[in-house]
């Protein structure tokens, strides 16, 4: 059974920083797609950041960029998501996402993880 679980979310305020984490379980870690995405009240989902496990390329959304920092740790199946400089705007509940065998670029995600609450403070 394909298990994602994210932690590490909190309320912070702003200027500060958190780091999220991605436990995966049930599929092959090694050969993925593992995204971070985001869900604010009243907005659409909105895609953060995406590793591929095999050769740690990344890709990172153009309106966090320089502020969140994706990397993944293969021996503990683990994928994290550094913020900095957190923004009142960044209060969301964020997901992360698998999709295994695949790259970023062709990623479909049909595993998702239950999310983990972010509140950032003015």
């Known amino acids: 059974e394909v298990q994602l679980v994210e932690s590490g979310g909190g309320l912070v305020r702003a200027g500060g920083s958190l780091t999220l984490s991605c436990a995966a379980s049930g599929f092959t870690f090694e050969n993925s797609a593992i995204s971070w995405f985001r869900r604010a009240p009243r907005k659409e989902p909105e895609g953060i950041s995406c590793i591929a496990t095999t050769d740690g390329t990344t890709y990172i959304a153009n309106s966090v960029k320089g502020r969140f920092t994706i990397s993944s740790d293969n021996a503990k199946n683990t994928v994290y998501l550094q913020i900095a400089n957190l923004k009142p705007d960044d209060t969301a509940v964020y997901y992360c996402?698998?999709?295994?065998?695949?790259?970023?670029?062709?990623?479909?995600?049909?595993?998702w993880g239950q999310g983990t609450q972010v509140t950032v403070s003015a």
């Open positions: 996402a698998a999709d295994p065998e695949t790259t970023c670029l062709e990623a479909r995600y049909a595993y």
